[in-house]
C-alpha cells in the first residue's frame, strides 16, 4: 500500500462482499443523531463517521467518500486523470481504497497505504501491481486466497479468513503518507478492527509504518501491549493479552512486498509464505 505498490486494472471496481464496491453508507450512532454531520472533506470526517458503522460494508461505503486530508485528495485524483501509459485506456477509482475481504476473517492484513496506479487505479487492496502480485501468490501458496493473482476489482479472487486493512486508504505521493495524514486515517482502521474482532486472532504486519499505526489503535481497543513497546522486525511475533471479552491477538511482522524489498532480495517468497503459515494457524486456518 503505499502499499508499496498494487496494480491492475477495471474500469469501474466491483466489490466482492464487503472488500470492493461497498453498499450502504453507515448511519450515524443514536447520540449523535442530532449533531451536525461533518462534510467528506472535513478532518473530523473519518473520526465522527467510523463509530456509527455496524458492519463492514456500512464502513467500507463511508471510506470512499472520505476527502478529510487534501494533499491526499489532491493526488489520487491526478493520478486518476495523468494515468500512466499502460493504463490510459482505463478509468482509474481515484479515491479511497477499502478493506478487502470477508466479514469473519481471523486473520487481518495491515499494509501501508494504496499504490498509486495499483489499488487508486483498480479500487481493490494490493490489486494491480507488483506489491499485489507477489503478496497474493504467496497467500494463495499456503491456501489463503482462491487465484495467485490480483489483476482487477472483478477478477474473481477471494480470501479465505483473511482481511485486508490499511493504516491510510488513500494513495500517497512517493508512498509516504505524513504522521498528520496516518492520524487522521486511524478511526477508520479502528473501527474495521473493532468489527473484525470478534473473529480476530491475529495480524499480519507488513512493513514498520503499519506496526506503528497499528500499536495504538490495538491499545485502545484493549489488547495489552508488552513493555517495553515491540519493535518490528520481519518474523517478529508478540502475543497481546486478551481483556474482559477480549481473546489474545497474535502479532506477526513480515517485511513489506514492496518491489525494492523483492527486487534486493530482502523479502523473499519462501520468507513470505513462512509468516503466513504461521500467522495462518496461529488463526486457526
Same mark, same amino acid.
Request: charged content about 20%.
Given at each position: 500500500?503505499?502499499?508499496?505498490?498494487?496494480?491492475?486494472?477495471?474500469?469501474?471496481?466491483?466489490?466482492?462482499?464487503?472488500?470492493?464496491?461497498?453498499?450502504?453508507?453507515?448511519?450515524?450512532?443514536?447520540?449523535?443523531?442530532?449533531?451536525?454531520?461533518?462534510?467528506?472533506?472535513?478532518?473530523?470526517?473519518?473520526?465522527?463517521?467510523?463509530?456509527? &458503522?455496524?458492519?463492514?460494508?456500512?464502513?467500507?461505503?463511508?471510506?470512499?467518500? &472520505?476527502?478529510? &486530508?487534501?494533499?491526499?485528495?489532491?493526488?489520487?485524483?491526478?493520478?486518476?486523470?495523468?494515468?500512466?501509459?499502460?493504463?490510459?485506456?482505463?478509468?482509474?477509482?481515484?479515491?479511497?481504497?477499502?478493506?478487502?475481504?470477508?466479514?469473519?476473517?481471523?486473520?487481518?492484513?495491515?499494509?501501508?497505504?494504496?499504490?498509486?496506479?495499483?489499488?487508486?487505479?483498480?479500487?481493490?487492496?494490493?490489486?494491480?501491481?507488483?506489491?499485489?502480485?507477489?503478496?497474493?501468490?504467496?497467500?494463495?501458496?499456503?491456501?489463503?486466497?482462491?487465484?495467485?493473482?490480483?489483476?482487477?476489482?472483478?477478477?474473481?479472487?477471494?480470501?479465505?479468513?483473511?482481511?485486508?486493512?490499511?493504516?491510510?486508504?488513500?494513495?500517497?505521493?512517493?508512498?509516504?503518507?505524513?504522521?498528520?495524514?496516518?492520524?487522521? &486515517?486511524?478511526?477508520?482502521?479502528?473501527?474495521?478492527?473493532?468489527?473484525?474482532?470478534?473473529?480476530?486472532?491475529?495480524?499480519?504486519?507488513?512493513?514498520?509504518?503499519?506496526?506503528?499505526?497499528?500499536?495504538?489503535?490495538?491499545?485502545?481497543?484493549?489488547?495489552?501491549?508488552?513493555?517495553?513497546?515491540?519493535?518490528?522486525?520481519?518474523?517478529?511475533?508478540?502475543?497481546?493479552?486478551?481483556?474482559?471479552?477480549?481473546?489474545?491477538?497474535?502479532?506477526?511482522?513480515?517485511?513489506?512486498?514492496?518491489?525494492?524489498?523483492?527486487?534486493?532480495?530482502?523479502?523473499?517468497?519462501?520468507?513470505?509464505?513462512?509468516?503466513?503459515?504461521?500467522?495462518?494457524?496461529?488463526?486457526?486456518?
Amino acid at each position: 500500500m503505499a502499499e508499496s505498490p498494487e496494480s491492475s486494472a477495471s474500469s469501474q471496481p466491483r466489490a466482492s462482499s464487503e472488500s470492493r464496491k461497498p453498499s450502504q453508507p453507515g448511519k450515524p450512532s443514536q447520540s449523535r443523531a442530532s449533531e451536525p454531520q461533518p462534510g467528506a472533506d472535513d478532518r473530523s470526517f473519518p473520526a465522527r463517521r467510523a463509530p456509527g &458503522c455496524a458492519t463492514l460494508g456500512a464502513l467500507d461505503a463511508q471510506v470512499v467518500d &472520505c476527502r478529510a &486530508c487534501p494533499r491526499l485528495v489532491t493526488w489520487r485524483e491526478q493520478v486518476a486523470v495523468e494515468k500512466r501509459a499502460a493504463y490510459r485506456d482505463q478509468e482509474y477509482w481515484g479515491r479511497p481504497v477499502p478493506g478487502f475481504g470477508p466479514a469473519d476473517a481471523a486473520l487481518a492484513v495491515v499494509g501501508l497505504a494504496p499504490a498509486a496506479h495499483g489499488g487508486n487505479r483498480t479500487g481493490r487492496m494490493f490489486t494491480g501491481d507488483p506489491a499485489g502480485d507477489f503478496l497474493v501468490a504467496g497467500l494463495h501458496a499456503v491456501g489463503l486466497a482462491s487465484q495467485p493473482t490480483a489483476t482487477a476489482a472483478d477478477d474473481g479472487l477471494t480470501l479465505r479468513g483473511v482481511r485486508m486493512a490499511a493504516p491510510v486508504h488513500c494513495a500517497p505521493p512517493q508512498n509516504k503518507p505524513t504522521t498528520e495524514e496516518r492520524d487522521t &486515517c486511524r478511526p477508520w482502521l479502528a473501527a474495521e478492527l473493532a468489527l473484525l474482532r470478534p473473529g480476530l486472532r491475529a495480524v499480519v504486519v507488513l512493513g514498520g509504518f503499519g506496526w506503528q499505526a497499528l500499536l495504538p489503535v490495538l491499545a485502545d481497543a484493549g489488547w495489552r501491549l508488552p513493555r517495553p513497546r515491540p519493535v518490528f522486525g520481519h518474523g517478529a511475533q508478540v502475543v497481546l493479552a486478551g481483556t474482559v471479552g477480549r481473546d489474545e491477538l497474535r502479532l506477526f511482522g513480515c517485511y513489506h512486498p514492496s518491489r525494492r524489498n523483492v527486487n534486493t532480495g530482502l523479502l523473499t517468497r519462501p520468507m513470505l509464505e513462512a509468516v503466513f503459515r504461521e500467522a495462518a494457524a496461529a488463526a486457526g486456518l
